[in-house]
């Protein structure tokens, strides 16, 4: 016999156009006994989710701007609950799952009524159910995995602390010095795990990760996600639909790129904050034009300058290291590694042409925050799937 749920998710989910939400939710609000499967059907489609390559950072970013925070709050909900039940889940995912914050979603949405919150759950299941697969970038949960190192490397424990004082401090100058210690640190860290793998004959091999890439002036920030991808030896490539970029590398350049592209995107914001400020006291109003321009001047002079500290650093490593005659073939050897594994996810991938900047002194202002941040120019956009 076909149950309440069955009959509600015919109608709202598995049917063409909105007029069956009404009918389905109707259905579930008139049904308290089937709030427990109700909860366990989200979760399946969680799941399935999972099998398909998503992760739980990029089902939150697609809900939050595609549906409501309701919507958010139930699928945060559901993504605890559900994750919960795996003995092991993969690496990037506590961090993930701790950017969800507590647990909430039920007191904050008690003073909805049934047919509201049925109607919630059924819009949430029908985006989950019309997720395409994407390509993995790690194992989905549940798989055992190995045993991680304990601890953080000390470098990438001093790469934050520099990085956290660049976005803290209100002196240019000084947050230029300190970015650039940190490429600094990130490019010879690379070198040093590099020739790592290489004398012990590590089984090493190119990962992936996925960043998110939010509106507004998404195209630059993607463009400033691929400029410091490049200079940190990783391809990146953006998915516009979904909002996320995917990038390929080395597990230690990952890591180099997610820690700069965030403190890098903070310290662009921040500057682009107080030069804005300048020109409103001026009495120039050009908002959205001024901040599209920053951003993608930003993002166009950060890779050559990126490029230029990672040059250094290998520079230094051959003047220091025995092995000086082993780096070159080991980076690139590396490159072509990352080069292919990126081809293999992506076979097929477009460049965007960016459009759309208007205003000189926004892109003025925003090259000289690069500058003053250690950033150079790109000719291309972000990569495309």
């Not at 701790?98 to 904050?108: C, F, I, V």
């Not at 507004?216 to 391809?235: F, I, Q, S």
């Amino acid at each position: 016999m076909e149950s309440v749920i069955d009959k509600a998710f015919a109608a709202a989910l598995y049917s063409d156009g909105d007029d069956g939400l009404d009918t389905g939710a109707s259905l579930l609000a008139a049904a308290p006994d089937a709030d427990a499967e109700l909860r366990r059907r989200g979760e399946e489609y969680l799941g399935r989710a999972w099998r398909r390559g998503w992760q739980p950072a990029d089902v939150v970013r697609l809900v939050r701007r595609d549906l409501d925070e309701p919507h958010v709050r139930l699928a945060a909900d559901l993504i605890r609950t559900e994750t919960g039940g795996y003995a092991h889940l993969p690496p990037r995912w506590a961090a993930q799952l701790a950017e969800l914050g507590p647990a909430e979603a039920p007191a904050r949405d008690r003073g909805q009524d049934r047919f509201t919150r049925a109607t919630t759950h059924l819009q949430l299941y029908r985006l989950l159910l019309r997720l395409p697969a994407l390509e993995p970038v790690g194992p989905p949960p549940g798989d055992a995995l190995p045993a991680p190192a304990e601890g953080e490397p000390r470098t990438l424990t001093r790469i934050r602390a520099l990085l956290a004082k660049a976005e803290a401090t209100g002196y240019p100058e000084e947050a230029e010095v300190l970015t650039a210690k940190a490429q600094e640190l990130m490019a010879r860290h690379s070198l040093d795990e590099a020739l790592l793998a290489a004398r012990t004959h590590a089984k090493d091999a190119p990962g992936a990760c996925r960043i998110g890439v939010d509106a507004p002036y998404e195209t630059a920030k993607a463009m400033l996600l691929d400029a410091v991808a490049a200079a940190n030896h990783c391809r990146a490539v953006w998915n516009e639909a979904f909002g996320f970029s995917t990038v390929v590398g080395f597990e230690a350049d990952l890591e180099s790129v997610e820690l700069l592209h965030t403190s890098l995107l903070v310290q662009g914001t921040a500057a682009m904050t107080t030069a804005e400020a300048g020109q409103r006291a001026a009495g120039r109003k050009r908002t959205k034009t001024f901040r599209q321009a920053f951003l993608m001047a930003y993002a166009h002079r950060i890779g050559g300058r990126l490029a230029e500290a990672g040059e250094h650093a290998v520079t230094e490593a051959e003047r220091e290291t025995r092995d000086a005659a082993a780096l070159l073939p080991v980076l690139a050897a590396r490159e072509v590694a990352v080069t292919g594994r990126a081809e293999e996810m992506f076979p097929e991938t477009t460049t965007t042409r960016v459009r759309g900047v208007t205003d000189g002194e926004g892109w003025a202002h925003g090259t000289a925050a690069a500058d003053r941040a250690r950033v150079a120019p790109r000719d291309r956009g972000p990569a495309l799937p």
